[in-house]
């Protein structure tokens, strides 16, 4: 199995264009699979619906809870409809297994009174002040993730349309808008600080760099994102998909509708982005209230 396992891997990133982290949670997934496999002497073609049961219930086990669980048999799905088309097998042991039945769970987000505390942390007086200002400020302005933020490029900012272009997951392209006071902090960070970063090396090309001139990394961005909140005294746990489920909630709060905010997000099905009904519900509640004669 695990021969088949690094074709399945090598496929979904060379063929299918899968981002790394996709790629990486795959591998994670099907190393448990090839270890369960390998304790029955079980091989890709032997495998059988009953196992696949038992697998999933292995885990469970093992303390994973129900969304977990259900991401294994994503996993699983997609591999073994890899080896179907492959031939390897004659029948899918995941047809018609249903997916494990879990709550979705509300995204936790920040007011825009914290928000605006903790855009209001950087000290914009150095070169790494200004670039955190424009971190944060494009951050919340876009709603990108933490890898799509980083990954930035300066040829994909364009300041006089208020947008930048972004490289999503699976390598898919969507245009996204920036508020003026992003556009703003990012102006101000690469004319007056970014080439103080860069010094006399060979310029990236990336617009955030890191105190050595380098890329600056997801892992170094959370530290910043950290130290800000600390400093905000923010009593909420915090992280870039906070500020992501913030952009999003402030932006259905005020009247966007969740296809836009889809588009924006980036996200492939919009059952991703019906998480966030729970906003519009809230909404609707408001305006039946103010409106409802009887109300």
């Known amino acids: 199995m695990e021969n088949d396992i690094r074709a399945f891997l090598n496929y979904v990133r060379v063929e299918r264009g899968l981002s790394d982290n996709t790629v990486a949670a795959y591998g994670r997934d099907l190393a448990k699979l090839a270890a369960f496999a390998k304790a029955r002497s079980l091989g890709t073609r032997s495998f059988c619906r009953d196992a696949v049961v ?10 994973l809870n129900g969304r977990s669980v259900a991401r294994h048999l994503v996993t699983l799905r997609n591999f073994f409809r890899y080896a179907l088309a492959e031939r390897w097998m004659k029948t899918d042991p995941t047809l018609n297994l249903e997916s494990p039945k879990f709550w979705k769970s509300l995204p936790g987000y920040l007011t825009v009174e914290e928000v605006d505390r903790l855009l209001a942390q950087p000290d914009s007086a150095t070169p790494l002040g200004r670039r955190d200002k424009a971190l944060l400020e494009l951050l919340y302005s876009t709603g990108l993730r933490v890898s799509e933020l980083v990954g930035v490029r300066i040829s994909d900012m364009d300041m ?17 808008p920036v508020g003026k006071q992003a556009i703003a902090a990012v102006s101000e960070y690469l004319r007056d600080a970014r080439p103080r970063l860069v010094g006399r090396r060979k310029p990236a090309p990336y617009v955030f760099l890191n105190a050595r ?3 600056l990394s997801r892992v170094g961005f959370w530290k910043v994102l950290k130290q ?10 915090l992280s870039p998909h906070k500020l992501r489920h913030s952009f999003a909630t402030h932006l259905l709060e ?4 969740l296809r836009s905010v889809q588009l924006m997000l980036g996200h492939a099905d919009i059952s991703t982005t019906q998480i966030y009904t729970h906003v519009i519900q809230e909404r609707l509640k408001q305006v039946y209230k103010a409106h409802h004669p009887r109300a």
């Open 160 to 176: 006089q349309s208020g947008c930048l272009r972004c490289i999503g997951k699976g390598n898919k392209e969507r245009l996204v």
């Open 54 to 63: 038992e697998f999933l219930g292995s885990l469970y086990k093992q303390g």
């Open 213 to 215: 001139g380098g890329k």
């Open 228 to 237: 800000y909140g600390r400093r905000a005294d923010l009593k909420k746990k």
């Open 254 to 257: 005020r009247g966007a509708d």
